[in-house]
């Protein structure tokens, strides 16, 4: 029978696991043996090296009182045993009884995949022998996963391995696009007919950052699946100074964003020690709760944009500071009095104020790509049909709707929706060379809605009162 752990690696590196021999002990191959033939197999990872396990043969006798449904899959009480699991470091155990090497519902490999969170079977061939098997004494008078206990329960020979560190060679492998490798794994949502549309990668240097190599892949890869990737500041940012002449270093694209500067919180690994982190998982999350409130057109930013559970920032910015980096595309986490730490800022890379680019603007650009990716999903019904009038009509018809329908929820800019948006599908569009070729050509625009980064007001004083 072979175990896997199912939780608890430390990176994404293929290395050497660990196992464990039934009634002996762990081997770093990642087998545990019950006999010759069954293994179970553990993901690598040093967390397991605390996990141990039990067979009992404390099962239901034959007779009337063996359970129906037991009976029912052709099961006999000799076919059964029970399998306890413990991580001896968390406490934590997993206890499932009545299982079987036969196929069935039983069967000890869908039953952990199942209901395990600790290990799942990978081959399975004979029935495990009991721990006890062969103890006599004052060996089974020790209670099974005490201190005590050395035979009763197997242990770990051989440590576990964490893996190395990451590399832009994980990332970006030779061949990795095609061979759905490192970070194009994310290319197995395309075969499904899934999508991504937010970017993150952790740091893996021991500097806490990335390769830059890494971070042009991902941002190309981003531009090619009309997504975002959100940057983590480089460790090198350590003040407003350093960001400023830091930035010219990034590459300037409409599907990045960067923000700064990192957190400090408390780190559960090490006794709750304040430590510095990468800030892109928690602005992931702002995004998506902007999302699932407001919309892909609201910015991601502002006072409702807090970080819930950061109690600090690795660098405090006034509001002078953050009115030198905004302009130059730099998106700023900020501390303010009554609403904590929050995200103020949202500009792509192509938000330098000198690049006058349309898409500056995070929401400005999500929501063109958000249009892009659905009418260009929602249009695969127009292949193969004939390409004329009655066609046009009908792409006009159902991409104005779905236009329609952005307007209503406050996508767009306008009073009206030809103010909004436009839809234009026909003879214009579409000329006798192109339905010639088999291309049909639909043109879609929008007023995009910008968010306002400054409120200026023209105070008077006459007179003794105050006109705003």
């Given at each position: 029978?072979?175990?896997?752990?199912?939780?608890?690696?430390?990176?994404?590196?293929?290395?050497?696991?660990?196992?464990?021999?039934?009634?002996?002990?762990?081997?770093?191959?990642?087998?545990?043996?019950?006999?010759?033939?069954?293994?179970?197999?553990?993901?690598?990872?040093?967390?397991?090296?605390?996990?141990?396990?039990?067979?009992?043969?404390?099962?239901?006798?034959?007779?009337?009182?063996f359970p129906t449904?037991?009976?029912?899959?052709?099961?006999?009480?000799?076919?059964?045993?029970?399998?306890?699991?413990?991580?001896?470091?968390?406490?934590?155990?997993?206890?499932?009884?009545?299982?079987?090497?036969?196929?069935?519902?039983?069967?000890?490999?869908?039953?952990?995949?199942?209901?395990?969170?600790?290990?799942?079977?990978?081959?399975?061939?004979?029935?495990?022998?009991?721990?006890?098997?062969?103890?006599?004494?004052?060996?089974?008078?020790?209670?099974?996963?005490?201190?005590?206990?050395?035979?009763?329960?197997?242990?770990?020979?051989?440590?576990?391995?964490?893996?190395?560190?990451?590399?832009?060679?994980?990332?970006?492998?030779?061949?990795?696009e095609t061979a759905?490798?490192?970070?194009?794994?994310?290319?197995?949502?395309?075969?499904?007919?899934?999508?991504?549309?937010?970017?993150?990668?952790?740091?893996?240097?021991?500097?806490?950052?990335?390769?830059?190599?890494?971070?042009?892949?991902?941002?190309?890869?981003?531009?090619?699946?009309?997504?975002?990737?959100?940057?983590?500041?480089?460790?090198?940012?350590?003040?407003?100074?350093?960001?400023?002449?830091?930035?010219?270093?990034?590459?300037?694209?409409?599907?990045?964003?960067?923000?700064?500067?990192?957190?400090?919180?408390?780190?559960?690994?090490?006794?709750?020690?304040?430590?510095?982190?990468?800030?892109?998982?928690?602005?992931?999350?702002?995004?998506?709760?902007?999302?699932?409130?407001?919309?892909?057109?609201?910015?991601?930013?502002?006072?409702?944009?807090?970080?819930?559970?950061?109690?600090?920032?690795?660098?405090?910015?006034?509001?002078?500071?953050?009115?030198?980096?905004?302009?130059?595309?730099?998106?700023?986490?900020?501390?303010?009095?009554?609403?904590?730490?929050?995200?103020?800022?949202?500009?792509?890379?192509?938000?330098?104020?000198?690049?006058?680019?349309?898409?500056?603007?995070?929401?400005?650009?999500?929501?063109?790509?958000?249009?892009?990716?659905?009418?260009?999903?929602?249009?695969?019904?127009?292949?193969?049909?004939?390409?004329?009038?009655?066609?046009?009509?009908?792409?006009?018809?159902?991409?104005?709707?779905?236009?329609?329908?952005?307007?209503?929820?406050?996508?767009?800019?306008?009073?009206?929706?030809?103010?909004?948006?436009?839809?234009?599908?026909?003879?214009?569009?579409?000329?006798?060379?192109?339905i010639d070729l088999?291309?049909?050509?639909?043109?879609?625009?929008?007023?995009?809605?910008?968010?306002?980064?400054?409120?200026?007001?023209?105070?008077?004083?006459?007179?003794?009162?105050?006109?705003?």
């Amino acid at each position: 029978q072979l175990l896997n752990h199912t939780s608890g690696i430390h990176s994404y590196t293929s290395s050497p696991g660990w196992a464990k021999t039934w009634n002996d002990e762990l081997s770093p191959d990642a087998i545990l043996e019950f006999v010759a033939a069954d293994t179970f197999d553990f993901a690598p990872g040093t967390w397991g090296d605390s996990l141990r396990a039990r067979v009992d043969y404390d099962v239901p006798p034959d007779g009337p009182a063996f359970p129906t449904a037991l009976a029912a899959a052709g099961l006999l009480s000799a076919d059964l045993f029970n399998l306890t699991v413990r991580d001896m470091k968390s406490g934590i155990s997993e206890v499932f009884r009545n299982v079987s090497t036969k196929a069935g519902a039983r069967h000890i490999g869908k039953v952990l995949e199942n209901e395990s969170g600790l290990v799942t079977a990978k081959t399975v061939a004979g029935k495990p022998e009991t721990s006890d098997d062969g103890l006599t004494g004052d060996d089974l008078k020790v209670v099974p996963f005490s201190p005590l206990d050395t035979k009763r329960t197997s242990g770990v020979k051989a440590a576990g391995d964490d893996g190395d560190f990451l590399s832009a060679a994980e990332l970006t492998p030779a061949n990795a696009e095609t061979a759905r490798l490192g970070l194009f794994a994310l290319e197995q949502l395309y075969a499904s007919d899934g999508l991504f549309n937010l970017l993150c990668i952790p740091p893996y240097l021991t500097d806490g950052g990335i390769d830059a190599a890494v971070a042009a892949a991902a941002t190309a890869y981003c531009e090619k699946r009309r997504a975002i990737f959100i940057m983590d500041p480089p460790a090198a940012w350590t003040d407003k100074a350093k960001a400023v002449t830091g930035i010219s270093a990034l590459e300037k694209s409409r599907n990045a964003a960067v923000f700064f500067p990192r957190l400090k919180q408390p780190n559960i690994l090490k006794g709750g020690q304040v430590e510095v982190f990468a800030p892109c998982g928690a602005v992931a999350g702002i995004f998506a709760r902007t999302d699932s409130k407001r919309g892909v057109w609201k910015a991601p930013a502002g006072l409702e944009a807090n970080l819930i559970g950061v109690p600090e920032l690795s660098v405090g910015l006034t509001d002078d500071e953050n009115g030198e980096l905004n302009p130059k595309g730099i998106n700023c986490l900020r501390a303010f009095p009554t609403g904590g730490r929050v995200v103020w800022g949202s500009r792509t890379l192509r938000g330098d104020d000198g690049l006058a680019d349309e898409y500056k603007y995070i929401p400005v650009r999500r929501t063109a790509l958000f249009i892009e990716e659905s009418l260009f999903r929602g249009t695969q019904w127009v292949v193969f049909e004939p390409n004329d009038e009655p066609l046009w009509a009908q792409i006009r018809l159902n991409l104005g709707a779905f236009m329609n329908n952005l307007f209503r929820q406050g996508a767009f800019q306008g009073k009206t929706p030809r103010e909004a948006y436009f839809v234009k599908c026909d003879k214009e569009t579409t000329t006798q060379n192109d339905i010639d070729l088999g291309i049909v050509n639909i043109h879609v625009g929008f007023a995009p809605l910008k968010p306002a980064e400054f409120v200026v007001l023209k105070i008077q004083q006459i007179a003794g009162a105050i006109d705003v």
